[in-house]
């Protein structure tokens, strides 16, 4: 069965450009347009009003783009369409790219086309390519695929296996739920690069980069939770998979025994570092930034396990003391550290914890580059 596809162009607030965006996917697709309407107040009524052959969805108040585009999706298979290819209508994206993720499609309709943006070239934002790398490594973490965009607007969606999902956000992270459930439910995903702009006066980006990377930061912690509590042992089990993507990741050929051993130094830091609770969290991404080795770190990081979480608070007391003037609190055994101790001698265990977590880092990274060298020879 030949795939039937409508267009889906969410828009709020975007008259500049709203018309030659709806006019360019006309000129490189015989589809359905559909354009959904998000409330918008300025005066994109409008100009959809002065726009023929089209179908128009309208929302109020705003909702959000992940409600828009489930509403536009929603309309495409009431057409009796199978898939929509999404695009935006702040005129960021080239109509002209169309034509290649409809050949993705009817390639492989089961597939999830990724309209792939060269985010190196000069004209992207520093934060948007900063906040793609982010999105792009937490969806690895999630799902164990890689991709270069995961944050494009720009997409290829088969609509069946949307059916009966249920969804945790109706906005702009929708986009990033919706690919990791779609991988989960195990829905290939294909890559097509495609162009991009940014440069121009007339755009208008609704992005707020406080809010919204919140709240997409905020999702990936439950992804990345379903995914280590659910996703991944299911993986292992039935399919024998997570043994093989973390040995891939630990081992790297490619990756230089000084790296390596920088990435357990770094797990040793964090483990040991007076975060509790939060040195993953934190340490995860850094290790991702200064591109780590992230399962040498994490594995590093856990150091800070149950059984040697008093031998480190002890070991912390103990440096502290030595940089901590006037009285100074030292503990005769392991059975007097107490939460309470913590909270009264609070600046000597923070000092003596930061010490102790710099002299683990660097005797770690000293003893295992030679270690990695000796033993990646033989």
Not at 162 to 184: C, H, P, Q, S
Not at 255 to 269: D, H, N
């Amino acid at each position: 069965m030949e795939p039937r596809i409508a267009v889906v162009m969410p828009t709020y607030n975007n008259a500049g450009t709203l018309a030659a965006a709806i006019a360019g996917v006309k000129a490189h697709i015989a589809a359905p347009v559909i354009v959904v309407d998000d409330g918008s107040t300025d005066g994109t009524e409008a100009v959809l009003r002065a726009t023929e052959g089209i179908e128009l969805l309208r929302i109020a108040p705003n909702k959000g783009k992940g409600n828009a585009l489930r509403q536009g999706f929603a309309h495409a298979r009431q057409m009796g369409c199978t898939h929509a290819i999404t695009i935006d209508s702040d005129g960021q994206h080239d109509p002209a790219d169309i034509p290649a993720i409809a050949a993705a499609i009817a390639a492989d309709p089961e597939a999830m086309v990724m309209g792939a943006r060269d985010m190196g070239q000069a004209s992207v934002p520093g934060r948007s390519s900063f906040g793609n790398r982010f999105s792009n490594f937490w969806f690895k973490v999630e799902t164990g695929i890689t991709l270069s965009d995961t944050q494009t607007g720009f997409r290829g969606w088969p609509l069946r296996p949307l059916e009966g999902m249920r969804w945790l956000t109706d906005r702009f992270g929708f986009e990033v739920e919706a690919i990791v459930k779609l991988a989960w439910r195990g829905t290939p995903f294909k890559q097509v690069p495609v162009h991009v702009r940014y440069d121009f006066p007339e755009r208008v980006s609704h992005f707020k980069p406080f809010l919204d990377f919140t709240r997409i930061s905020v999702l990936n912690t439950w992804l990345v939770a379903c995914a280590l509590l659910w996703y991944w042992p299911k993986r292992a089990i039935l399919q024998g998979g997570l043994w093989r993507a973390i040995r891939s990741e630990a081992v790297r050929p490619e990756e230089s025994s000084l790296r390596k051993a920088c990435a357990i130094g770094f797990g040793l830091f964090m483990g040991i570092v007076p975060i509790w609770g939060l040195q993953l969290l934190v340490g995860i991404p850094l290790a991702y930034l200064f591109r780590l080795n992230r399962v040498l770190f994490v594995a590093a990081a856990n150091i800070s396990i149950p059984p040697m979480i008093p031998l480190i608070l002890y070991a912390s007391y103990r440096t502290g003391a030595l940089f901590s003037p006037g009285e100074v609190y030292v503990p005769a055994s392991l059975d007097e550290l107490t939460l309470a101790g913590i909270h009264t001698h609070v600046v000597q265990y923070a000092v003596g914890a930061i010490v102790l977590a710099i002299v683990a880092g660097a005797t770690g990274l000293l003893l295992a580059w030679p270690l990695l060298r000796i033993c990646r020879k033989r």
